[in-house]
């Protein structure tokens, strides 16, 4: 059962929310409210009749007590940078989005330097950067994070670049503040590393894409800051030689490699062209960018020539350079995050996010040759991604005035995840599964999981107020 906003009900939630919110909470000019119900990329816009924006954790509570009450269905919204439509509402007009932005202190950074409490709201390069203050290093990473935001980037488990050494999101969260669909507040925000006292309830809550629980604020924990780093481009052959090298360097490096990034030629070269920038000369077809770093001040540069050297005598590069300085690291991660924007602007792009063991990369790369331009015709295939995690974007262009149909993507959608599920594979690996990967889960995700699934959402949200279409809904009582 989706619960209704119609006539009463809505006024009463909307009443209620006056009585306990300020003024600046409450957003439903059309214009105001544009920005909140669109995503990042402009695929998809839902619709809406208000958007919420409390300013602390008992507005959010308040919330949740009034749609709890009416029955009104809610989105949870951070940063509004997800990738698989769950951070906006769908066309029906009767889901209210709750945004978290206005959460957005940094509570407490613990005298240790160990952690430090973020309110959901905070912008992950904010939280980064405290901790860079406090001469420590909060190693969350990716394209988004000038604009993604922390209860954001827990509720979808975020990845990027540096889960080679510091894990996905879930591995750096000590505790969180959750407020539940009735209103309740749970205050789990302990700083523990060990705590064994019954099932980790956080875990529940991270990667559950709002369906289960609104996150108002984490204890995040906090690395060592590394003062030696090192970016490096190689181009490459193939990914096979892609998968070599990054044995070699993990065998002779070991935990001080951070990122290990594959980029295929066509996209590099889209790249160069958007942003007007350049790493390597001649064109190669495979790309690595790779980042080393570790907490002694020097002597990395050195085991890093070795393992060059090595590299470069197995005939495993063909070309490559070590960034000299911040502008020469910021030019090639432009090329790398940029893949996607630059090849949006040649056309009409389906993006990706499959993962494979890392030894079975080449194969899916391969496949993915064989296979997607067949079930579509004119396309170009530019997988990129973290090949140190065997995660990658598979994106498809289909250049202008060629565009994609919606029947395109699910046709290319449906060959991409059989080739994925047939090697073992995940058929999103970092982004979950939101509204657009709904029928995939259903599709391919074994059922004994989704009967847990829909358990579990039962339990927590009953009434099914919290982002209803997204993963899973409630389990039917018999
Ligand atoms: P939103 O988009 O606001 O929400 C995402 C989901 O979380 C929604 O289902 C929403 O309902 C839920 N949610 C949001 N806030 C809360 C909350 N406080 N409590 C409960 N539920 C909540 N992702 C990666 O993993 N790795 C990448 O490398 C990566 N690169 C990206 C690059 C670009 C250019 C872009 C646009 C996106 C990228 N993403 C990546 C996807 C996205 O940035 C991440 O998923 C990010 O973690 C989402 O954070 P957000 O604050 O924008 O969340």
Redesign the pocket.
């Known amino acids: 059962m989706v619960a209704g906003v119609e006539g009463e009900a809505f006024r009463g939630f909307v009443e209620e929310l006056a009585l306990a919110l300020d003024d600046a909470a409450m957003v439903d000019e059309p214009a105001a409210m544009a920005p909140y119900l669109t995503d ?2 402009h695929l998809s816009t839902g619709a809406s009749r208000l958007v919420v924006r409390p300013k602390d954790t008992a507005g959010v509570q308040a919330v949740l007590r009034a749609a709890s009450a009416h029955q009104v269905p809610l ?9 698989v439509g ?2 906006i509402p769908d066309s029906s007009g009767r889901q209210v989005v709750l945004n ?1 932005e206005r959460l957005n202190r940094i509570r407490e950074l613990a005298p240790s330097g160990e952690h430090l409490v973020a309110e ?1 709201g905070c912008v992950l390069q904010d939280v980064q950067e405290a901790a860079a203050a406090a001469d420590r290093l909060f190693p969350l990473s ?3 994070e000038g ?3 922390i ?6 488990n ?4 540096n889960v080679l050494r510091y894990g996905m999101t879930r591995r750096l969260v000590l505790g969180l503040e959750v407020v539940l669909a009735d209103g309740t507040l749970w205050n789990g925000l302990r700083a523990l590393p060990k705590d064994n006292t019954g099932y980790d309830m956080k875990q529940v ?1 991270i990667g ?3 369906t289960l ?4 604020a984490a204890t995040l924990a906090l690395a060592p800051r590394p003062r030696e780093r090192h970016d490096l481009w190689l181009a490459i052959e193939s990914p096979e030689a892609g998968v070599e090298l990054l044995r070699l360097f993990r065998s002779r490096l070991g935990e001080t490699i951070s990122a290990f990034e594959l980029i295929a030629d066509a996209g590099v070269e889209a790249a160069e062209q958007a942003f007007g920038a350049r790493v390597v000369e001649e064109r190669h077809p495979w790309h690595l960018l790779v980042t080393v770093a570790w907490s002694f001040a020097d002597g990395l540069m050195a085991h890093l020539e070795a393992v060059l050297e090595e590299a470069m005598e197995a005939g495993l590069v063909l070309d490559g350079t070590i960034a000299q300085n911040d502008a020469q690291r910021a030019v090639m991660w432009k090329l790398r ?1 940029g893949q ?2 630059a090849m949006t602007r040649k056309g009409s792009v389906w993006r990706s996010d499959v993962a494979v063991a890392t030894d079975r990369v080449p194969e899916l790369v391969r496949r993915c040759d064989e296979v997607l331009p067949a079930v579509r015709p004119g396309i170009v295939v530019f997988p990129f991604g973290h090949l140190g995690d065997g995660n990658l974007h598979v994106n498809v262009l289909a250049a202008s005035p060629d565009r994609l149909s919606p029947e395109d993507r699910s046709r290319i959608q449906d060959a991409l995840f059989d080739i994925v599920a047939g090697m073992g594979g995940s058929f999103s690996a ?3 599964i ?1 509204r657009w990967k709904r029928g995939a889960l259903e599709r391919l995700k074994d059922p004994v999981e989704r009967r847990l699934m829909a358990r579990l959402k039962q339990a927590l949200d009953p009434a099914n107020i919290l ?1 209803p279409g ?1 993963i899973a809904e409630p389990e039917p009582r018999p």
Do not use: K, P
């Not at 989105?75 to 990738?83: A, C, D, K, P």
């Not at 209860?151 to 979808?156: C, E, P, Q, S």
């Not at 975020?158 to 670049?161: C, D, R, T």
């Not at 629980?213 to 108002?216: E, F, L, P, S, Y």
């Open positions: 990042f990329w989105v949870t919204q951070s940063g509004n940078t997800g990738l769950g951070n978290l959901a990716l394209g988004a604009s993604c935001r209860g954001g980037n827990i509720a979808t975020a990845g990027g670049i809550f559950s894409e709002g629980g609104v996150i108002t995050e996607s924007e970092e982004h979950g939101g982002n997204v």
